[in-house]
């Protein structure tokens, strides 16, 4: 009965084909090829990550923003200023200073009165023919709102918008052209057209015209009655100007002479403001305010093609990103990848990453890592073939043994390349458990079929 089983089992054997065969890392030349198998160790991991490898980079839509770049319409630039900022109380307020401007000589304006003299003579009427600007009896003529004065006998002269030697030279080619001795000089006795306005926390609001002579911010206040301010530290001076309102913290004017040398112009609004909120320097404001409203609706319009520029830009970089990663789906796209073979937790691929490099952890444990039941950690392999043609494709097969756990960390530091291959060979037990599983099948039918016969 022996020998009959001996020689079912044979027959089995035979039957079967082949037993059961398991990978293996064999060092030498084998099959052609050239393996030469190495110990991960902290030098050997130097020398491993030694060749070059450029991380493949995701497309620039991927880095990019809907607000930047240039998009369909020339791009996205930055947000339009606001005309009018609502502004929170701070530690210490902001200097804000006009920048300097010389507005030059003085010109007439309408609501000026200036003074025509001439020369003292016997008859007034026979010398100026009903020109009364005697020096010792001056009347003054007042700028008319279409820019003129009327002088009898001469008529109406245009004077506004000139200065007093552009007027003067007006005012001689008249007088000559109607025959009028032009011996005579121009004064303004009153500044009536340009005016600088002071209000809030002052002795007492005022209009402090604009003269010849240059006024600064000092004497504006004075003229004012000076700033009635008892806390300093949150008091400004507020100055409106062509739409944009400037400030001077009212500690720096003081500790600061110069920016009490500020040169106000014709049309600025001055207001001490004794809190930080715009509230009351805006009411003081309203008028002027009213002007910018147009700059309000222009910005509002730049915001509403901003969104629209910004809505089609995310739409394309959306749209880029989706076919990229269909593109991705259908393993259309060009990647780099570590192939998992042997006893791991799932033989498959694994994607290099984009724009950073990998590491042998990385691969193992994305994975499942090392199958627990049939996996010899003592016998984790790195195979990688030689991009050297001289070494016809001879393979370095890197060697990890962590049945020191404290190898594993040199599983983190271990350089993964394009085409590597992570081979985890099978324990001695699963070897055998393989073997018998396919070989005891076969036993049993043959028994089955002699005691059958």
Not at 98 to 110: L, N, T
Not at 150 to 174: C, H, K, M, S
Not at 302 to 327: F, G, I, K, M
Not at 354 to 370: I, P, Q
Request: charged share 20%; hydrophobic share 40%; aromatic share 6%.
């Amino acid at each position: 009965m022996r020998y009959l089983l001996v020689a079912i089992l044979g027959l089995s054997v035979a039957g079967c084909g082949t037993v059961y065969r398991t990978s293996d890392v064999v060092e030498g030349v084998a099959g052609g090829t050239n393996v030469r198998v190495l110990e991960l160790t902290a030098e050997s991991v130097i020398q491993a990550n030694r060749s070059t490898i450029a991380p493949r980079s995701l497309p620039a839509y991927f880095s990019q923003t809907a607000g930047s770049g240039s998009g369909v319409r020339g791009g996205v630039g930055a947000l339009p200023s606001p005309t009018f900022q609502d502004e929170v109380r701070p530690q210490a307020l902001e200097l804000r200073l006009p920048p300097r401007a010389d507005p030059g000589p003085y010109q007439i304006g309408v609501g000026d009165v200036v003074l025509l003299a001439t020369p003292r003579a016997a008859t007034s009427v026979e010398q100026l023919s009903g020109l009364l600007a005697a020096q010792n009896s001056r009347q003054g003529y007042t700028v008319q709102d279409d820019g003129s004065i009327n002088i009898p006998d001469v008529g109406r002269v245009r004077i506004a918008g000139l200065t007093i030697e552009d007027a003067e030279a007006a005012l001689f080619q008249r007088l000559v052209e109607n025959q009028i001795d032009p011996t005579f000089s121009l004064e303004i006795s009153e500044f009536n057209s340009r005016k600088v306005s002071i209000g809030g926390a002052v002795g007492q609001p005022a209009v402090v015209p604009v003269t010849l002579t240059p006024l600064y911010l000092e004497e504006a206040l004075a003229a004012a009655g000076g700033i009635t301010v008892e806390d300093q530290d949150y008091a400004s001076i507020r100055l409106y100007r062509d739409g944009t309102l400037y400030q001077i913290p009212l500690s720096e004017l003081y500790s600061r002479a110069s920016l009490t040398r500020t040169r106000l112009l014709p049309g600025d609004a001055i207001f001490v403001d004794t809190e930080y909120e715009l509230s009351r320097a805006q009411e003081y404001f309203t008028q002027q305010i009213t002007l910018i409203q147009a700059r309000q609706v222009a910005r509002q319009a730049a915001l509403s093609e901003l969104q629209l520029e910004v809505t089609l830009r995310r739409s394309n970089l959306d749209e880029a990103r989706a076919n990229y990663q269909t593109r991705v789906d259908l393993g259309a796209d060009n990647r780099d990848y570590v192939y998992l073979a042997g006893e791991v937790g799932t033989q498959a691929r694994f994607a290099l990453p984009f724009e950073r490099k990998a590491n042998l952890a990385d691969a193992l444990y994305d994975s499942g890592g090392v199958a627990s039941s049939t996996g010899d950690i003592s016998q984790i392999y790195v195979l990688r073939a030689s991009s050297d043609p001289r070494e016809f494709g001879a393979v370095t097969a890197w060697h990890l043994d962590t049945r020191n756990a404290a190898n594993l960390a040199l599983a983190t530091r271990f350089e993964l390349r394009p085409d590597d291959i992570i081979f985890i060979a099978q324990q001695p037990v699963t070897k055998w458990s393989r073997s018998v599983s396919q070989i005891v099948p076969q036993v049993l039918s043959a028994g089955n079929t002699l005691s059958g016969n």
